[in-house]
Antibody, heavy 121, light 107 residues
Framework: EVQLLESGGGLVQPGGSLRLSCAAS????????MNWVRQAPGKGLEWVSS????????YYADSVKGRFTISRDNSKNTLYVQMSSLRAEDTAVYYC??????????????WGQGTLVTVSS | DIQLTQSPSFLSASVGDRVTITCRAS??????LAWYQQKPGKAPKLLIY???TLQSGVPSRFSGSGPGTEFTLTISSLQPEDFATYYC?????????FGQGTKLEIK
């Protein structure tokens, strides 16, 4: 069974930094691209970032480019996002998500339960 | 960036009704569109990918159409468990984008 478990969320001051982790199990992690998607309270889904299976290609939403860095450690089956220069509008539940099939378009078949990041003074 | 506009944003319907949600892309996205269902407090669930392919385990009352710039999600006969919020997502080009969502409520 595929499991994705996010951690690292919490309260951070504006301008601060936070690193989220997503521990993956139940599949061959290094075969699949991974994504981060967020959802502000009461709002819709926002795609944040994507990383290829070997970590060699990364992509970002315009809203986080230059502030967030996605990475992965395939030896630890873990996905990360390093978030810096955080703003109030980054407040959201952050989901990690696994694509459905290697080599396919990045349809997001499996999702974690999410971790809440609150940016506030 | 490619914008996706869903309509309607809110939909009130009854069990047994047939409903259709539309997702319009600001430019052609071929068939690189997915539909997700989200219930309160839960992660989204993939329903349809490649515009019209039903994800394994999803009931056949769900169907999708495309490709191009206008896509639809149809639920042929609403069941109580279908009342949720639905999102489309384009994966034609980065940055990937979601529609703003359609909340389907019980009439």
């Amino acid at each position: 069974e595929v499991q994705l478990l996010e951690s690292g969320g919490g309260l951070v001051q504006p301008g601060g930094s936070l690193r989220l982790s997503c521990a993956a199990s139940g599949f061959t992690f290094n075969n699949f691209a991974m994504n981060w998607v967020r959802q502000a309270p009461g709002k819709g889904l926002e795609w944040v970032s994507s990383i290829s299976s070997n970590g060699g290609r990364t992509y970002y939403a315009d809203s986080v480019k230059g502030r967030f860095t996605i990475s992965r450690d395939n030896s630890k089956n873990t996905l990360y996002v390093q978030m810096s220069s955080l703003r109030a509008e980054d407040t959201a539940v952050y989901y990690c998500a696994k694509i459905s099939m290697p080599g396919s378009a990045e349809y997001l078949q499996h999702w974690g339960q999410g971790t809440l990041v609150t940016v506030s003074s | 960036d490619i914008q996706l506009t869903q309509s309607p944003s809110f939909l009130s319907a009854s069990v047994g009704d047939r409903v259709t949600i539309t997702c319009r892309a600001s430019q052609g996205i071929r068939s690189y569109l997915a539909w997700y269902q989200q219930k309160p407090g839960k992660a989204p669930k993939l329903l349809i990918y490649a515009a019209s392919t039903l994800q394994s385990g999803v009931p056949s009352r769900f169907s999708g159409s495309g490709p191009g710039t206008e896509f639809t999600l149809t639920i042929s006969s609403l069941q109580p468990e279908d009342f949720a919020t639905y999102y489309c997502q384009q994966l034609n080009s980065y940055p990937y984008t979601f529609g703003q969502g359609t909340k389907l409520e019980i009439k």
